[in-house]
């Protein structure tokens, strides 16, 4: 698993299990939204630095920057 996953689950609060067939995360429902919002936070995070260089438009439609459609997809206010 992804270094930087491992670091956010562990962020959030995570058990991890390693008896059963497959280890895994367990996370409470707080620990899973907190985890989600950490992995949102970090994707805008990456694009932040593309702010005001990836708007654009053509004739037919006019796009916001990808920070934007990612908060509003996921409910993220800044």
Known sequence: ???RIQEL???AGYVYHVGGTVPHFEF???QLKKFAELIVQDCVD???GYRGKVT???EEEIHQH???VIQKHFGVEE
């Open 66 to 68: 990808p920070i934007l």
């Open 56 to 58: 654009w438009k053509n």
């Open 9 to 11: 689950a562990k962020e």
């Open 1 to 3: 698993m992804n270094e």
């Open 46 to 48: 990456i694009l932040a």
């Open 28 to 30: 409470s429902n707080n």
